[in-house]
Structures are given as C-alpha cells and as structure tokens.
C-alpha cells in the first residue's frame, strides 16, 4: 500500500552542516572547470556555495571584456545552454559571491565551470603578461541526521539565511490532509512500477499551485516549468513515469484558502502530451561508439526498425559510465525512402517535426526531461542534416549528459501524411571534443573533468568561432610586432664594420629569436617548436642584449675577461629562466644589476686612477668632468641620445594593455633595438678601449689628453 508522508511537529533536531573548500587557477580567455563532490548522500536542507576570484592582472584595468562567469550544474557539465546557475561578476579584482541553495537536488556532485572573461573584439591572447584568477570555492552542505526529517523553517518561513534550523518535519503515514497556510510541505513514497502519479485537489483551488520534484522540495529560484504546476478546474495534476523513492511536494495557495488533497497512482497508457509508456517496448543502446570527432559517415547505427505514425514515438536507452561524463554526446537518426514518401518530405520531418527529449533513469515526458530539441534552425547545440537519394539523416550533439541509465525519446510532431509507417535507423555516439567543437583549434582536458577549447590564430569565444578582432589589426600587428625588430639591423652594420662580432652575435640572435617569438605569439607560425620554448629562448638572449650592452660600455681593457663576464651572465640568465621564466622575482633583475655595478665600477676606478696620476687624490670632480665632457673619449651627446631611446623602451612597457599591446611592444622593440646604435656612437668607433696620451705643448699651457692608438708613449686604463 502506498503511504503518504505528511508534515507534523512532533519533535525539534538541530540541523548540521559540513564544510569543504577547494582552490584552483584559471588563466584568462579560456575555460576551467572544478568537479565539487557532496559529501552528504541524503537531501538536503541548504547548500552554500561561496565563490572567491581573485584577479591576477589587476594592471590590466580594461580587462576582461566580458566580465568573468561561472556556472554549476548539479550530476553533469554545464555550458552555455544546459545549467542549474549561471552568475556574472561585474566589478574590479576580488570578486566574491555567494548562492544559498535552499533545499538543493539531490546530487552526488556539482561541476563549477568558470569563464575566465572570453576574448572580444578589442582584446587579444597574444600577450604573455596576461595571467588570469585564483579561485577559492567553499561549500557548506546543511542537513538532518535523523535523514527521515527536514525544515519547515525554510518552507513556511522562507528562512534560508537561517545558519541553523530545527529539522521538525517528520514521516507520518496519512492518507490525505487538510491545507491551512500559504506554503505547505509533503512527502510521498512511490515504488517502483508506478507509471503515473496524480495528485487531486478539492475545494477552493483557484490559487492552488504545486512544485514537486523526485530530488528534494523546489522553492525561490529553483522553480522552473518543469517542475511548476497551477491546478485547474477540473483539480488534477498528471506526473507521468515518475522516478521510483521519494518524492517532494509544496503546495502555494492564498492565505486561509482551505482545501485538501490528495495523491494516488494509476497505470495509464497515455498522458496528455501523447507518450505511451506501458506496452511501448524501449530499445536498450548497449554500444555507445566513440569518435574523435563527427562524420555524417562513420557513426555506427545502433538500431534498425520502423517508426509507426499511430504511435510516433521511439523510446531508447543507453548508459553513460563515469569515466565518460566529460564526452559530448549525440545521435545520428537516419529516415528511408518507401514508396509512399519522397526525400523532401522526409527532411522536412526531420527538419521541423522531430522532437528530441533525454531523462535520467525513467523514460522522458512532455513535462520531465533535462535535454531537448525540436528545431535545427532554432538550436544552440550543432546540428546537422544531410539527404540524398534514398534518404534523409539529422546529427544532434546533446553535449554533456549526466551518468546512469539515460532515456532518449523520438517523437515527430504535427505530421501531415498517410503513410502508416517509415524505416528508420539510430545511432547513439561520443566524443572527446564534439563536430570540431574548437573549429579546428587546440583543446585540452581542464582538471580531469571536461574538454575545453584554447583559441588561437585570432579566434574567441567558448568554442574559438568569433574574432578576436578584425583580420586588419591582426595582419597590422603581426606586422608591427615582427618587422619592428628589424630596428636591430643599423647596429648590426656599425659593429660589423668597427669588428664588435660579440656583441653583433647576441644582437642579431636577438633580432631573429624575437621576430620567432612574436610570429608564435601571435599564433600565426611556430616554426615546429612549442611558443613556451621560443618564449624561453627570447626572453633569455634578449636578456643577453641589455647585459652586453652594459659591458660594452664598461669598455673593459682585457678581452679574456670580458668573454668570461659573458660566460658568466649566459648561465645566471639561464638560470633565471628556467627557475623563474623572468616572473619579476629579484632572482630575475640580478644578472642587469650584476652588469650594471660592473659598468660604474669601472668608471669609478677610471676616476680614480685619474685623480692619483693627475692630482695625487683618491677622487677629483675636476678629473671626472674632464674625462665625461673634454676628453672626447665619451660623446656625452650620443650617451644623452642612448639613454632618452632606453628610457622610451622602458616607458612603452610601462603603457602596455591588453587591448594595445601590438603597438606598445612595438614601441619597445624599435626603441630597444636602436638604443645598441646610438650606444656604438658614444666611443670613437676605431678604439676597443679608452687609450690616454699626455702631451706637453708648452710651459704655460694646461696639460691636455687626446686620443691615439698609434702612440708608443700611450697610457692604457
């Protein structure tokens, strides 16, 4: 005998919660994904969700356009379509939201998807500053130890801020009830075998509405269309095949409206939506085939057999295993001709009358399902159709689907013929990434839980079908990022001709590792090597570039030692790179400040050698302005020159956005790259190093210092 499970307090239990924090990063333009088990295997009375983004790049002050989002979806992946919330975070850096889900579906996981803020028009990937978010998600799970109790405090009171609340809603065995509030909870118990549930009402039921789900009681935000029912005149509400357990039931109607209810099961052949569920056969899918993406060609037909317009409606089923929940499904339905159908008339069935419907562990309704399709035109999953002479096919991605036994049902709808039946086949497939699902981009499996797309070549969006940008600016700065390397070549000219090979060495493997680097960067060409090793390998002798620039104007007098200064700050910059990857740490500026106390050092010991032969003094100002700005062993103008151009490279960087990156680093690589060329210009260009000559001219004249390599009486410093 069934029995119903009505509310009555007859005892008060403190409810209980557990809690769980989980922590993860998510790079910006793309998608990650967390799977959040739920430790409590009974319903629940309350599930928190707090979720905490912290913005790595807060320097990029436009960025993101569009702001970060996240979904949850309860027993399966979420996307754009298919979701149980969907929250957009709207202000600067430290993001945080919370979701109190009162009386959450019964579930063994949620899946928390986060768009890290997808690529638009005015912004672009190429740019390796951009980092993305740290994320910091924490659950509390609220509850009854007793299992057989729940809270009226949330039902009738709508308390869900409530932190702690009296489980006082207990199992009783009555065979109806009496309504006398506004919200009235109820539980039922249906075995299995029940194919319908109705539910009576009498009395004053014009305001009477119901929720009822098989998952736990449906309030506030949770209410959709199918699981929301208004009672009609006639005072009775039809759940078809409902799920064998407990069922959760509450009851809106105005105040002091008295009437009463009640709940029985019959076996029925038809519902009002025109599903036959007894004596229609379901055709279990034991294979379930699996491709690496889809062709019209290559999917294995499951099933053969004929629709029957009398009774059009085909029912399947098929599992999905555990470890196949982060495949994208689909089906493949294919129509043959008879002789009493042509082609057109077939790919119109499929084309505008076929109805789609997946539940999870009984066969679909018009009113219970959790997947759906009716129209290619009007869909937001891929969807493909194909005829030819002897028939007509369609392709449906169902995307993510939830484990279990899934039921799947093929109605057409509206149909306007007079052949009694038709031939048709079925197959049931998944895939790692869907019918191109990345439109021939890279994807990657995001934390072991769902394939997702990394964009590149230009291309944004969930699944890399938009522009990151017009093709213009992308070939414009493709353009100015690579060519405005060649700003290197006038000072590969001058230290060629002046025998500077060192230094034209790292400068022209500078300019090429660069022109490498910005090409991948740009995801345009990456010569058969992975961006993040062309990225090393630039980063490393650009590096090199500064450092021997700053030995270069050290001008240090033995060659021996200066090639082993370079050996040296090679292996420190190597260092760096592979332990830092030139992150900003101090580690990473130590090798330019090595460099740079060998260049003052070397001045500071030019002075002071100076000033003892000169004046017997440890240090003359006097000395120092004369070798800076009359000796003309420094150009002081060329050095003014120098430092403006390296200072503007430094400057641009300091500029540099997401949105005008191409123009910004072009900047620097012109002012960076020409900065060697005005350096060259600071020495006479036919010495190596600083060569002094005394030369008396006569007895009352100041004693003056000029260049010359050729002299025997020359004093080296």
Not at 106 to 135: C, E, P
Not at 515 to 533: I, K, L, P, Q, R
Not at 608 to 613: D, V, Y
Request: hydrophobic share 40%; glycine share 4%; aromatic share 18%.
């Amino acid at each position: 005998m069934f029995w119903i499970l009505f509310s009555a307090v007859l005892a008060l239990e403190n409810s209980t919660f557990v809690h769980e924090s989980f922590s993860g990063g998510c790079r910006k333009m793309q998608i990650c994904y967390e799977n959040i088990p739920i430790p409590i295997s009974q319903p629940l009375l309350k599930l928190s969700i707090q979720v905490t983004l912290t913005d790595i790049d807060g320097k990029l002050s436009e960025y993101p356009t569009p702001k970060p989002l996240f979904y949850i979806r309860f027993d399966s992946i979420p996307d754009e379509e298919f979701y149980d919330y969907k929250i957009e975070l709207k202000e600067k850096e430290n993001w945080k939201y919370k979701i109190d889900i009162p009386y959450p579906k019964k579930a063994n996981y949620f899946i928390f998807r986060l768009d890290g803020g997808l690529l638009d028009q005015s912004h672009m990937q190429a740019a390796y500053t951009v980092y993305g978010w740290r994320y910091k998600i924490k659950v509390w799970s609220y509850y009854c130890e007793s299992q057989i109790f729940t809270s009226s405090e949330y039902l009738i009171n709508r308390n869900y801020s409530s932190v702690s609340a009296e489980c006082d809603i207990e199992v009783l065995d009555l065979p109806n009830s009496e309504i006398d509030s506004d919200v009235k909870p109820a539980i039922y118990d249906v075995r299995a075998g029940t194919e319908f549930l109705i539910i009576n009402a009498y009395g004053l039921i014009s305001n009477l509405n119901l929720t009822a789900s098989s998952e736990n009681f449906i309030l506030g935000d949770a209410i959709d269309e199918s699981n929301f029912w208004h009672f009609n005149k006639s005072g009775q509400i039809i759940i078809s095949s409902p799920k064998p357990g407990l069922w959760y039931f509450v009851f809106f109607s105005s105040a002091d409206q008295l009437f009463e209810y009640e709940i029985i099961t019959k076996d029925y052949k038809w519902d009002k939506s025109g599903y036959m569920i007894v004596n229609n056969s379901i055709v279990s899918q034991d294979w379930v085939s699996s491709y690496t993406s889809i062709y019209e060609t290559e999917i294995r037909m499951n099933t053969y057999g004929i629709f029957s317009f009398e009774l059009p409606i085909q029912y399947h089923k098929f599992i999905v295993l555990p470890d196949h929940v982060d495949n994208r499904y689909g089906a493949k339905l294919i129509l043959y001709n008879n002789s009493t159908l042509d082609i057109d008339t077939l790919f119109n069935l499929l084309n505008e009358n076929l109805e789609i419907r997946i539940q999870l562990a009984s066969p679909p309704t018009a009113s219970s399902f959790y997947f759906y399709f009716s129209s290619c035109k009007d869909s937001k999953v891929y969807c493909s159709l194909i005829k030819d002479a002897e028939k007509a096919s369609i392709i449906v991605e169902f995307r993510y689907l939830k484990q279990g036994i899934n039921y799947i049902s093929l109605k057409f709808s509206s149909i306007d013929t007079k052949s009694p039946s038709i031939p048709f086949s079925l197959g049931i497939f998944r895939t790692k990434v869907g019918n191109n699902m990345c439109n021939s981009q890279y994807h990657y499996l995001s934390n072991q839980v769902a394939y997702t797309c990394y964009c590149s070549q230009n291309t944004a969006g969930p699944y890399c079908g938009e522009l990151g940008f017009s093709d213009s600016i992308y070939d414009l700065g493709l353009f100015c990022l690579v060519a405005s390397n060649l700003a290197m070549i006038p000072a590969l000219i001058i230290g060629t001709l002046h025998f500077y090979y060192g230094e034209v060495a790292v400068y022209g493997l500078n300019m090429i590792t660069s022109m490498m680097y910005h090409a991948c960067d740009w995801e345009y060409y990456c010569f058969g090597f992975s961006s993040g090793s062309i990225r090393m390998v630039d980063f490393l002798i650009s590096f090199m570039s500064i450092l021997v620039c700053f030995i270069h104007v050290a001008r240090l007098k033995n060659p021996n030692m200066k090639t082993a200064i370079y050996v040296f700050l090679f292996v420190l910059m190597l260092y760096v790179d592979l332990n830092t990857a030139f992150n900003g740490t101090l580690l990473t500026f130590s090798p330019p400040i090595f460099a740079g106390l060998i260049m003052v050092c070397r001045y500071v010991y030019i002075i002071i050698a100076l000033s003892k032969k000169e004046e017997n003094k440890f240090w003359s100002w006097k000395q120092a302005k004369w070798f800076f700005l009359t000796s003309k062993l420094v150009n002081i103008k060329w050095a003014f020159i120098a430092a403006i151009s390296f200072f503007l490279a430094i400057s641009s960087r300091f500029f540099e956005l997401n949105s005008n990156y191409w123009i910004t680093h072009s900047c620097w690589h012109i002012f960076i790259m020409l900065t060697p060329f005005f350096v060259f210009f600071i020495f006479p260009l036919n010495q190596t190093q600083f060569i002094f000559e005394k030369k008396v001219v006569s007895e009352f004249t100041e004693l003056k210092d000029y260049i010359s390599i050729k002299s025997t009486n020359s004093v080296n410093i």
